[in-house]
């Protein structure tokens, strides 16, 4: 059987710039026989997300993640559907996921590596399952719930860099559900800070790229910041631990600024931003979901139920075609999206 699937075309180097141009769209071949153990998938959505961008790499610097090889079918986050199936608990028609999908049209896949889903969860919209009720879920879900220590009651202040970003969006709303009296958003435009206040209940957002930020922080958080989600790194983050509280929390969960760049992970701090973090106490451990799995399913489910309610709100920017595939990594790494970026190849 001929299929479409997409390549590693070239490396963009440790410090380089990822462009549309390091992936291949190309044909390839599966086989027309479907094994005992095996199912046959048609691919249905595909997820971007920054981690990715090591996988770039001849070496990812994390001993859970493979580099993606030259020339070789990339994968990720994805999700389809059974066409042939000589799996004993998997049936033509159902809707599977795994964290490793290869990025193709159609792909013969061991039947165990396959979690089977219910679209009922999510009221019917798959693509949830590779964002709000999935590994980027979890990632704000448990991250808040395991390194943020956000409490009832306690009168706490969250901000968010990356707030308009997949999981930055559920993570200040997760904060609010699960305590937080405040919670402060990082953006990069006018609209996405719009979109965290008006749409997904942020008390205030800051663009970044506009004002000085550190006053602005000072404005909205005006009892200091408690827990702070990180996703960026860099100069935002050295700015919002600069006003963090004794006692308080960073929730070291990516460094998307950083990623670009031959540093260690997580990156260290400059040295009068490690002193503050020091003297306060500041905690910044790093963070990884895979280390929570034994919580996965009771996650999945709390925020399922938050879908359901209308308690968490979901955007996704989703581009069609798995031809697009590479443009849309590109828009990501530039902060072009709003949202989980979703490439759709169901039709």
């Not at 005992?36 to 990715?52: E, F, I």
């Not at 020339?71 to 066409?83: L, P, Q, R, W």
């Not at 020091?278 to 938050?306: G, H, P």
Request: glycine share 10%.
């Amino acid at each position: 059987m001929i299929v479409q699937r997409v390549v590693l075309n070239s490396r963009p180097g440790k410090n380089g710039v990822p462009v549309a141009e390091n992936f291949r769209l190309e044909q390839s071949t599966i086989a027309d026989t479907v094994q005992a153990g095996q199912v046959r998938v048609k691919t249905l959505y595909l997820s971007v997300d920054p981690y990715m961008r090591c996988r770039m790499n001849e070496e990812t610097g994390s001993d859970y993640l493979q580099p993606w090889q030259l020339s070789e079918v990339a994968d990720g986050g994805g999700i389809g559907v059974v066409e042939e199936s000589q799996h004993h608990n998997l049936a033509k028609g159902d809707f599977v996921t795994s964290f490793t999908w290869p990025w193709q049209t159609v792909a013969i896949l061991d039947g165990d590596s396959l979690q089977k889903l219910v679209p009922q969860l999510v009221n019917g919209r798959l693509s949830y399952f590779l964002g709000a009720a999935g590994i980027t879920g979890l990632t704000a879900l448990l991250g808040i719930r395991e390194k943020g220590h956000v409490a009832v009651g306690a009168n706490q202040t969250m901000v968010v860099s990356g707030a308009a970003g997949a999981c930055g969006s559920l993570a200040g709303q997760i904060g609010r559900l699960e305590g937080c009296t405040r919670v402060v958003g990082i953006a990069g435009t006018d609209e996405k800070c719009s979109i965290l206040v008006q749409e997904m209940g942020f008390d205030a957002a800051i663009n970044y790229k506009k004002g000085d930020v550190a006053k602005q922080l000072r404005e909205f958080c005006p009892g200091g910041v408690d827990v702070y989600f990180d996703n960026v790194g860099g100069d935002i983050s050295d700015t919002v631990i600069s006003q963090m509280n004794q006692n308080s929390h960073i929730i070291l969960c990516g460094q998307i600024s950083q990623y670009n760049k031959d540093v260690p992970y997580p990156p260290p701090l400059p040295p009068d931003i490690e002193k503050i973090q020091k003297e306060r106490n500041i905690t910044r451990e790093r963070f990884l979901v895979l280390n929570y799995m034994d919580k996965q399913e009771a996650s999945v489910l709390q925020l399922c139920q938050w879908i359901q309610e209308g308690k968490l709100k979901v955007r996704e920017t989703v581009v069609e075609g798995l031809a697009n595939i590479g443009a849309a990594f590109q828009s990501m790494m530039n902060g072009g999206n709003i949202g989980k970026q979703i490439v759709s190849i169901s039709k």
